[in-house]
């Protein structure tokens, strides 16, 4: 399995103000995913990151507000743009696995956002 | 949206005891996978098992698959204090490109 590490791992923030967090991979990988676990919540997708293509986002998630980028096969940074508290959530990310372990996910261990 | 429900959404067992987690789902899927979650952390990757297969077996962990009935369980034999965590199972189809489906999750609680 990929060793995924995410960084910041925590912030607090203030409204109005975006975040950048990045997911570091420390293998190459074609699919990598975003989720946000909103307090007490399960997980939902955000985006699928590709290398060298534009990230398909899902419904009610747009570009402008959670713009992703995905430079390498080995690195992505989602940000959380005019953050709200609406905002305060985990976010993270996954990779998809490769060969044998298709479809197999590995998640970092996320990033915990609190907006004020 | 969210594919798959899960029963229970909490449940508070002694160590040594069994545990069973139920997922359902409502979609044509490829395989399906459990994961443990402590503390709102990351997400730890425990089992997966593909639609053409019936049960399978990881140290103290069974899971089951009915793609009749589009239902997975995951028995936790024996439990510990330190399998207290939340349990999600998630979905994964091809069409879907890669991308998982999440249920709600059932919080286990081991008392020691």
């Known amino acids: 399995s990929a060793v995924i590490s995410q960084k910041p791992s925590r912030d607090i923030c203030q409204r109005g103000t975006s975040l950048t967090i990045q997911c570091q991979v420390d293998?190459?990988?074609?699919?990598m995913f975003w989720y946000r676990q909103q307090p007490g919540q399960s997980l939902t997708l955000i985006a699928t990151?590709?290398?060298?293509?534009?990230?398909?986002?899902e419904s009610g998630f747009v570009i402008d507000k959670f713009p992703i980028s995905r430079p390498n096969l080995t690195f992505s940074t989602l940000t959380v743009s005019n953050m709200s508290p609406e905002d305060s959530s985990i976010y993270l990310c996954?990779?998809?696995?490769?060969?044998?372990?298709?479809?197999?996910?590995?998640f970092g261990p996320g990033t915990r956002l609190t907006v004020l | 949206s969210q594919q798959g429900e899960e029963d229970p959404q909490a449940l508070s067992i002694q160590e040594g005891e069994n545990a069973t987690m139920n997922c359902s789902y409502k979609?044509?899927?490829?395989?399906l996978q459990w994961y443990r979650q402590n503390s709102g952390r990351g997400l730890v990757h425990l089992i997966l098992?593909?639609?053409?297969?019936r049960e399978k077996h990881s140290g103290r962990l069974r899971v089951t698959l009915d793609t009749s009935k589009k239902s997975s369980s995951l028995l936790i034999t024996a439990s510990r204090a330190a399998d207290t965590a939340s349990y999600f199972c998630?979905?994964?189809?091809?069409?879907?490109?890669?991308?998982?489906?999440f249920g709600q999750g059932t919080e286990l609680s081991v008392k020691p």
């Open positions: 996954s990779v998809g696995g490769q060969g044998a372990y298709y479809n197999e996910q590995f």
């Open positions: 293998s190459q990988v074609t699919m």
């Open positions: 990151a590709n290398q060298g293509s534009e990230a398909t986002y």
């Open positions: 979609t044509s899927i490829n395989n």
């Open positions: 098992i593909r639609s053409n297969e």
């Open positions: 998630a979905t994964g189809s091809y069409n879907q490109g890669g991308k998982l489906i």
